[in-house]
């Protein structure tokens, strides 16, 4: 079983992560994990905090010379911001500024001091943080490399930011370049024009604005998951770990709610056999029964406005219960194109989860002979 851990508050000295339960000898390229800390960091829309970091994933154990040892792999993102805030963060001492006593609507602050019994909300807020995706986003891009070896990749788009839709008929390597080269995430460069004058104007509101991303994953060989029990499903591993992810509100898998508006000859994918067992369609998302069947995995995901407005929400102040405003925490505008690389690290993970559940082993010897033997198996099905 692949397992981690993060720890940090947003601004904090790190943010750490620790996974246990990589094999060895899965090579391990720094530089890849940089790059998907880079694009976690960019999108139109973002606030000030990302023009004051530069992330970089400091790995610190479980790998030597580039490869894996099957040892717990420690990672260390730095806060550059810090230094700005040692004085009220230390652990030793903090000078007790910038108290939070008027939470955000949509935010953790109100329920979090409530539970933790925290009556300076910034304590809540500093693990609430999506900085901590960004330990997320280390952790997804180590665990990728193990499927990335036998042939697995992962794309993501942004589909919708408020208003404005990127429509996609063909999903192509052309699609996808466009989008890893736009600031919003689409495809399509009108709709990339209209989805950035659209944040312009929300942010002329002083509001915020969200969207919806996707995650296709491909080259995965069918019967990762399983149907024999329901916490063995992958849809539903993977659903739980995007969900978790702050601020998404919303979950599907391929033809997603819309399954529920037609009749079953439209939402089922015909099998045909064309020297392997395919789909006509894929309106599945490339699960059934809990399954991966060989089809793309698709995984959409919705993400709500961020709660932080800079025309502020009504709230109540909880040193005297007086109707304030919500307090203003630097944020940003639209952080749905960082979301995408969010979402696609969740999903690496579980992926990477369920085949070491079902090619597991402690080095990637053990794991490469487990899978190709079931390659030959299935091909004879
Ligand atoms: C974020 C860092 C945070 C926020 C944002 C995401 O930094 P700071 O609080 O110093 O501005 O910009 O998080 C939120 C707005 C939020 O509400 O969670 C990051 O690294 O992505």
Same mark, same amino acid.
Request: charged fraction near 25%; include cysteine; charge should be negative.
């Given at each position: 079983?692949?397992?981690?851990?993060t720890?940090?508050?947003? $601004?904090? &000295?790190?943010? +750490? /992560?620790?996974?246990?339960?990589? &094999?060895?000898?899965?090579?391990?390229?720094?530089?890849?994990?940089?790059?998907?800390?880079?694009?976690r960091?960019?999108?139109?829309?973002?606030?000030?905090?990302?023009?004051?970091?530069?992330?970089?994933?400091?790995?610190?154990?479980?790998?030597?010379?580039?490869? +894996?040892?099957?040892?717990?792999?420690t990672?260390?993102?730095?806060?550059?911001?810090?230094?700005?805030?040692?004085?009220?963060?230390?652990?030793?001492?903090?000078?007790?500024?910038?108290?939070?006593?008027?939470?955000?609507?949509? $935010?953790?602050?109100?329920? #979090?001091?409530?539970?933790?019994?925290?009556?300076?909300?910034?304590?809540?807020?500093?693990?609430?943080?999506?900085?901590?995706?960004?330990?997320?986003?280390a952790?997804g891009?180590?665990?990728?490399?193990?499927?990335?070896?036998? #042939?697995?990749?992962?794309c993501?788009?942004?589909?919708?930011? #408020?208003?404005?839709?990127?429509?996609?008929?063909?999903?192509?390597?052309?699609?996808?370049?466009?989008?890893?080269?736009?600031?919003?995430?689409?495809?399509?460069?009108?709709?990339?024009r209209a989805?950035?004058?659209?944040?312009?104007?929300?942010?002329?509101?002083?509001?915020? %604005? #969200?969207?919806?991303?996707?995650?296709?994953?491909?080259?995965?060989? &069918?019967?990762?998951?399983?149907?024999? $029990?329901?916490?063995?499903?992958?849809?539903?591993?993977?659903?739980?770990?995007?969900?978790?992810?702050?601020?998404?509100?919303?979950?599907?898998?391929?033809?997603?709610?819309g399954?529920?508006?037609?009749?079953?000859?439209?939402?089922?994918?015909?099998?045909?056999?064309?020297?392997?067992?395919?789909?006509?369609?894929?309106?599945?998302?490339?699960?059934?029964?809990?399954?991966?069947?060989?089809?793309?995995?698709?995984?959409?995901?919705?993400?709500?406005?961020? &709660?932080?407005?800079?025309?502020?929400?009504? +709230?109540?102040?909880?040193t005297?219960?007086?109707?304030?405003?919500?307090?203003?925490?630097?944020?940003?505008?639209c /952080? %749905?194109?960082?979301?995408?690389?969010?979402?696609?690290?969740?999903?690496?993970?579980?992926?990477?989860?369920?085949?070491?559940?079902?090619?597991?082993?402690?080095?990637?010897?053990?794991?490469?002979?487990?899978?190709?033997?079931?390659?030959?198996?299935?091909k004879?099905?």
């Open positions: 079983m692949l397992r981690f851990f720890a940090g508050e947003t $601004h904090g &000295p790190c943010l +750490t /992560a620790i996974i246990e339960g990589m &094999p060895s000898g899965v090579k391990i390229d720094i530089q890849k994990i940089n790059a998907e800390l880079k694009r960091q960019g999108g139109y829309g973002r606030g000030g905090r990302m023009k004051i970091e530069s992330d970089r994933a400091e790995i610190l154990s479980g790998v030597r010379g580039g490869y +894996t040892l099957g040892s717990p792999i990672i260390r993102i730095e806060n550059k911001d810090w230094a700005n805030w040692s004085d009220i963060m230390g652990a030793e001492y903090s000078n007790g500024e910038r108290t939070v006593t008027c939470p955000r609507p949509g $935010h953790a602050d109100l329920s #979090g001091g409530m539970k933790y019994a925290h009556r300076d909300l910034r304590n809540v807020l500093e693990r609430a943080s999506a900085r901590e995706t960004a330990a997320r986003v952790v891009a180590v665990a990728r490399q193990l499927i990335e070896a036998f #042939g697995a990749e992962l993501s788009r942004v589909v919708r930011i #408020g208003e404005i839709e990127d429509k996609a008929d063909i999903l192509d390597k052309a699609f996808y370049e466009r989008v890893y080269a736009s600031e919003v995430g689409f495809g399509n460069a009108e709709a990339e989805a950035m004058a659209y944040i312009d104007s929300v942010k002329e509101q002083g509001r915020t %604005v #969200g969207g919806v991303v996707e995650t296709v994953a491909t080259g995965l060989v &069918p019967g990762l998951g399983s149907y024999v $029990h329901y916490d063995r499903k992958l849809d539903a591993s993977i659903a739980s770990a995007v969900m978790s992810i702050q601020a998404i509100k919303g979950v599907e898998f391929g033809m997603g709610f399954v529920g508006e037609v009749d079953g000859g439209a939402v089922m994918d015909e099998i045909i056999y064309n020297g392997e067992y395919r789909r006509t369609t894929n309106n599945a998302g490339g699960i059934e029964g809990g399954m991966t069947n060989g089809e793309p995995i698709v995984v959409r995901a919705a993400m709500k406005p961020i &709660p932080t407005q800079y025309s502020p929400l009504k +709230t109540v102040d909880i005297d219960r007086s109707e304030k405003s919500a307090s203003v925490e630097r944020s940003d505008v /952080a %749905v194109p960082a979301c995408a690389a969010v979402v696609e690290a969740a999903v690496a993970f579980e992926l990477a989860n369920a085949f070491l559940e079902k090619f597991g082993g402690d080095c990637m010897e053990d794991i490469t002979a487990s899978y190709n033997s079931y390659k030959d198996r299935i004879n099905f």
